[in-house]
């Protein structure tokens, strides 16, 4: 069985162009910026403002950085002013920007296909414990962000990272963000082909270079060569996805113009058959199109997405073809269905090697430095001492001899870590939300945790996949529309006057065998402190109703509208 081009639920291709508007696309022949943000690009580069952080605002301090770079250019490496302590959702959208800022930043640290040695993790613990006050989060990107990072504190992170081989270059902005690899490449049985060679070609050529600095907006990258299919390639700006051709063996399936927040769409297949050894060669093709082509005008329209909707995969393909690559790419097949197992590699699983690797699921990707430094020990101990992170915010411990597991798991386990979590912390995500984000509207990663906690407490005995995500705003960091159920944070006024934090309810989204955009019901909102309730009762509805083998988002789909309140 193959996996469907068009995804039920997705978004059918729509044009977004507007006839005879500027579209800022640099193919049509102006330069012209056309938005503040394409206007502080042309400035200068993103990358040029490193020079200034360790020559000048490192020593000078936050008051002396100016707006363009503070808000704009600091993320091309990795900083996003974090938001200021006390100020409520209700007033994200109606303050000016300076006044959400606070004096500290986020930090992220890229971990391309999510491997990271005990080396670099160490790093990174100390980092977090010498400057992010042992703060960590394992992102559904396979990154790990920090936060309350001084700017006086930047020049001497970014040489301890280095040191490792880490970076933090081009992990934010209008850049190629780091790219998701399956965190099994290597070591699983069922790999249809490793594409770790690829993602490192990219980054040796490619990250970091001018070249591809000024998009019109951030480009996601997935590259797997998983059966499991476990980077989420439907929602990437690209994706290339492991497929066996009749002809030609294992290779990649190419999958173009996907994402989520306001205007989700899934990616569509080209028809493209690409090696090993292509993979970075049409990667720079694609990008290539999408500094040319794509849209500059609206921010909220430059995503390669729209071109994708506007063009469609024949004419996309050609022109990448024809004037990108000057050659004809061989027609391939689609992914076949992934196996029965889950996706996000939490258990204890068996390597092509003999040993083991351990999965283990942090509640919604919350960790810490002194919890990173702990398993670094773990891994160094008890494996090879090499850790992968997961598009799930999961972690795994690889190359474990089976006398080793037990005691991995058991150390694994005392610090909050299990390999045999609940259906409940293994399902759940979250985004950073209000505690630091200056977008977000609600609280996120602690009420992850609270809902989780309630659930096992109410329902311990709870066997079936049930994936909740929690987003703080409209942009889906946390994949709202793709989860069995997700929680997109709001805020309104309740009975008495005040306002309190709400969350829209999607439900019976999915990606991989049967993907679909989630189920939107009419004026479906719950308070923040009621969602155990509600997720209980939304539970045992399922249970009750569902059909032997039937998955929640099957069953939320097909739901009447009031089992589903």
């Known amino acids: 069985m193959s996996v469907e081009t068009t995804p039920r639920s997705a978004p059918a291709a729509r044009p977004h ?21 394409e206007e502080f690009k042309q400035a200068d580069d993103g990358l040029n403002v490193r020079a200034r952080i360790e020559q000048v605002y490192a020593k000078q301090g936050f008051d ?6 503070l808000r704009g250019r600091m993320r091309w490496w990795g900083l996003y002013t974090q938001r200021k302590p006390g100020i409520d959702g209700g007033q994200t959208a109606t303050l000016d920007p300076a006044d959400l800022d606070d004096q500290y930043f986020m930090l992220r640290v890229r971990s391309d ?72 490449a290597g070591i699983a049985a069922d790999e249809v082909v490793d594409g770790t060679p690829a993602v490192r070609e990219i980054l040796e050529r490619h990250i970091g270079s001018p070249e591809f600095s000024n998009l019109p907006r951030k480009f996601k990258t997935a590259i797997s060569g998983s059966p499991s299919l476990d980077v989420a390639h439907e929602v990437n700006d690209i994706s290339f996805v492991g497929v066996r051709h009749p002809d030609f063996g294992p290779g990649f399936d190419v999958w173009v113009g996907g994402g989520l927040s306001t205007n989700p769409m899934f990616a569509q297949r080209l028809g493209a058959w690409v ?23 609206l921010r909220n329209r430059a995503r390669l997405k729209f071109l994708m909707a506007d063009w469609g995969p024949e004419r996309f393909r050609d022109v990448l073809e024809k004037e990108y690559l000057g050659r004809a790419l061989v027609d391939g097949p689609a992914p076949q269905a992934p196996p029965e197992h889950r996706r996000d590699h939490v258990g204890v699983h068996p390597q092509q090697d003999g040993r083991f ?23 160094r101990r008890h494996g090879s001492g090499r850790v992968r992170l997961t598009a799930q915010q999961k972690l795994l411990v690889l190359d474990v001899p089976r006398s080793e597991v ?28 209000i505690e630091f984000c200056k977008l977000a509207l609600v609280e996120t990663k602690a009420r992850a945790r609270t809902v989780v906690a309630e659930l096992e407490r109410r329902l311990p005995d709870f066997d079936a996949p049930f994936s909740i995500h929690v987003n703080g705003c409209p942009n889906s960091c946390a994949r709202t529309q793709v989860a069995d159920v997700g929680l997109k944070g709001m805020v309104q ?31 479906l909102k719950v308070r923040a402190e009621d969602l155990p309730d509600y997720v209980e009762r939304l539970a045992g509805r399922y249970l009750d109703q569902r059909e032997p083998g039937e998955a929640f988002a099957s069953w939320a789909r097909r739901a009447d509208e009031e089992d589903l309140r």
């Open 17 to 37: 162009r507007q006839a005879g508007k500027a579209t800022g696309a640099w193919a049509d022949g102006d330069r012209t910026p056309l938005n503040p943000n």
């Open 64 to 69: 002396s950085i100016p707006g363009d770079d």
């Open 113 to 184: 296909g999510g491997a990271l040695s005990t080396e670099q993790l160490r790093a990174v613990a100390g980092i977090s414990t010498e400057f992010a006050r042992d703060t960590a989060d394992i992102s559904d990107r396979q990154n790990i962000q920090l936060h309350w990072i001084r700017i006086e504190d930047v020049p001497e992170i970014w040489d301890r990272l280095e040191a490792v081989g880490l970076t933090t270059a081009e992990a934010c902005g209008d850049t190629p963000r780091v790219i998701l690899g399956s965190p099994v």
């Open 275 to 297: 090696s090993l050894e292509e993979v970075p060669e049409v990667w720079k093709g694609v990008v290539s199109i999408f500094r040319d082509h794509g849209y500059r005008r």
């Open 357 to 379: 690797w351990v999965g283990v699921a942090p509640v919604a990707g919350r960790v810490s430095g002194t919890t990173l430094d702990a398993v670094a020990e773990l891994a």
């Open 406 to 433: 037990a005691d991995l798991t058991d150390g694994l386990e005392a610090l909050g870590l299990p390999s045999a979590p609940s259906e409940w912390r293994r399902g759940v995500m979250a985004c950073t939300g």
């Open 493 to 523: 006024k309740g009975d008495d006057g005040e306002l309190v934090e709400v969350f829209q309810v999607h439900l019976g989204g999915s990606l991989g065998s049967d993907p679909a955009l989630a189920r939107k019901t009419r004026a």
